[in-house]
């Protein structure tokens, strides 16, 4: 959303809608007590830029031109808490407004946009006729977000999740891939023990495992590696990388049949079922804590 758009906007934002125009916030479609100009002025820019880091300069020049004489950090933070508290939000447990420390604030919660804008036909306006006879222009809403035409999660339809615990879980998934591969080319022998009873697919199905381990080991240190350091490029790369990895990890979700006389086939069919999820679990992972991992360094 460009700071230049000027058409009449409604924003919604988890179980919350605000109304640009009127200064309407709306929670569940019920009115929630109005807010104080400047805290709904901050939270119209926030909204506007989310995903983005709004400095305190940019507030100051907005909200407390140069010529106003005002204990400026009061005010802006008097300001932010009366958004928060409209929200329900905190600073210790950020849901919607994000503080980042000498650098200013964020939305960190996903944003929707709708717009009310005329319906042009054939270069006309269309119009309906009022209870008094008047002809005026017919008033709709279109969205700017994406039309969900994907089976797959969206991040509108996922909560925020601290970045912390995407961090931790995420990784700990690239962590137990990276166990299997080393366990399969340790105990290559049995593997390849246990495959000779599968006839002329045998060779086939060994070195197919060979080769997709060989080629997630450098795929998964680097996902590690890209998380620890919080690579700012890691959530549109995991989503380049996402096709290929579906494949490749929806093929190991098999390999705990390799070991069905050893831990029975319910447990088998158990532990694949759960590893046919994992891929799908890494994306709404990077989803849910899309804001935490774009971060960006200031």
């Avoid at 802006?76 to 905190?90: E, H, K």
């Avoid at 210790?92 to 420390?101: C, D």
Wanted: aromatic share 10%; with cysteine; charged share 25%.
């Amino acid at each position: 959303m460009s700071e230049g758009n000027t058409q009449p906007r409604l924003f919604r934002f988890g179980m919350f809608e605000l109304d640009c125009v009127t200064g309407e916030l709306r929670k569940d479609g019920k009115s929630r007590p109005r807010i104080r100009d400047q805290a709904l002025q901050i939270l119209i820019m926030l909204l506007e830029k989310s995903e983005d880091v709004v400095s305190r300069d940019e507030l100051r020049e907005r909200l407390w031109p140069s010529d106003t004489f005002v204990d400026f950090d009061h005010g802006l933070n008097t300001a932010i808490n009366l958004a928060r508290s409209a929200l329900g939000d905190s600073a210790a447990n950020p849901k919607f407004i994000q503080t980042l420390p000498r650098r200013g604030y964020r939305f960190i919660a996903p944003v929707q946009i709708v717009n009310r804008e005329n319906v042009v036909a054939g270069g006309e306006e269309k119009l309906y006729k009022t209870s008094d006879g008047a002809e005026r222009p017919t008033e709709v809403l279109t969205t700017e977000a994406t039309v969900r035409s994907s089976i797959l999660s969206d991040h509108r339809d996922l909560p925020v999740v601290r970045k912390e615990s995407v961090r931790i879980l995420f990784s700990l998934i690239q962590l137990l891939y990276l166990i299997f591969y080393i366990i399969l080319l340790v105990r290559l022998s049995f593997a390849e023990a246990v495959l000779n009873d599968w006839g002329r697919y045998a060779f086939t199905v060994l070195m197919a495992l060979v080769v997709t381990a060989a080629i997630g080991i450098p795929v998964r240190l680097y996902l590690l590696m890209a998380m620890a350091f919080r690579y700012q490029g890691l959530n549109e790369k995991f989503k380049k990388l996402f096709p290929f990895l579906l494949v490749l990890d929806e093929m190991w979700a098999l390999t705990p049949f390799l070991c069905v006389q050893q831990i029975g086939l319910g447990l088998a069919i158990a532990t694949a079922a759960a590893l046919l999820y994992l891929p799908f679990s890494q994306r709404s992972l990077l989803l849910m804590g899309a804001e935490g991992i774009r971060e960006r360094i200031g």
